[in-house]
């Protein structure tokens, strides 16, 4: 992708200025060479790179490997790793950051351009999921209903609008937490079903964050998965 901006993070010089040539020639932007990871975060916050390029053994306290992860965290900013050490090790502390590629040193221009281009697609990749990922979050929270989603152990993933309102409670408050903390079975109710089987409505309890327990009917479906098990429940309650 000519025009992309690439952050060189490399501390021997001769081969920084050789990276730099070949990217210019080829119609990237390279936006700084960097000799260690404080130089490196002062590039990303002045030039915004769309890609980093960096050295596992830098100059400083971090390596690369740490500063890498760090640009991931905060910048969600993809990094190709330089190297010359193939070590097990070495790639195995690397793999932790989630890299977007090795290239090994002496490089050769044809693999470290494919190594570029893979990288800034898969980012892109990533972008996209994201962004479906956050509409399809909102498109369930107003969803109308009074939803709640649970995974396979019965903690709490997800309430839409209509189940906030309803329990007073908000997300937040209650995600991570067993089912039971919001609605339970009505006892004494004889409905039973085979785990992972949809269900007719049945008599419950939903608990309020004001402490009243509300009376409620409830169906529950299994999410499915590809192993055949339910990835979780959905659970429509109406009061």
Same mark, same amino acid.
């Given at each position: ?23 210019? =020639? ?7 060479? $960097? $000799?260690?990871?404080?130089? /490196?975060?002062?590039?990303? %916050? ?12 830098? !100059? ?5 490997? %740490? ?15 330089? #190297? /010359?050490?193939?070590?097990?090790? #070495? ?7 989630? *890299? ?40 369930? &929270? ?12 019965? &903690?709490?993933?997800?309430?839409? =609008? @209509? ?13 991570? =937490? ?6 339970? !079975?009505?006892?004494?109710? +004889?409905? #039973?079903?085979?785990? @992972? ?5 049945? *008599?419950?309890?939903? &608990? ?30 109406? +009061?």
């Amino acid at each position: 992708m000519k025009g992309t901006k690439i952050l060189i993070v490399e501390d021997e010089r001769i081969v920084a200025e050789d990276l730099k040539r070949f990217l210019m =020639k080829t119609g990237y932007v390279v936006t700084g060479i $960097a $000799a260690s990871g404080e130089e /490196a975060i002062r590039n990303v %916050e002045l030039q915004r790179p769309d890609l980093v390029l960096m050295d596992i053994r830098i !100059q400083g306290p971090q390596d690369g490997i %740490e500063v890498a992860e760090r640009l991931y965290a905060e910048y969600n900013l993809p990094v190709s790793f330089l #190297t /010359a050490y193939a070590d097990s090790a #070495t790639l195995d502390r690397a793999k932790v950051t989630m *890299p977007f590629g090795y290239i090994l040193k002496p490089f050769e221009t044809r693999s470290l351009q494919a190594v570029i281009e893979l990288a800034l697609h898969r980012h892109m990749m990533e972008k996209v999921v994201g962004e479906m990922d956050d509409w399809h979050a909102r498109a369930l &929270r107003h969803l109308p209903g009074n939803l709640i989603a649970t995974d396979r152990t019965g &903690r709490i993933l997800f309430l839409n =609008k @209509g189940a906030e309102k309803l329990s007073g409670w908000t997300p937040d408050a209650l995600i991570g =937490k067993p089912l039971s903390t919001l609605l339970s !079975q009505e006892k004494g109710d +004889s409905t #039973t079903t085979r785990e @992972g089987d949809s269900c007719s409505e049945r *008599p419950g309890l939903l &608990r309020t964050k004001a402490g009243i327990a509300v009376p409620v009917v409830f169906t529950k479906s299994p999410l499915p998965s590809e192993d055949g098990e339910p990835d979780g429940h959905l659970i429509l309650v109406k +009061s």
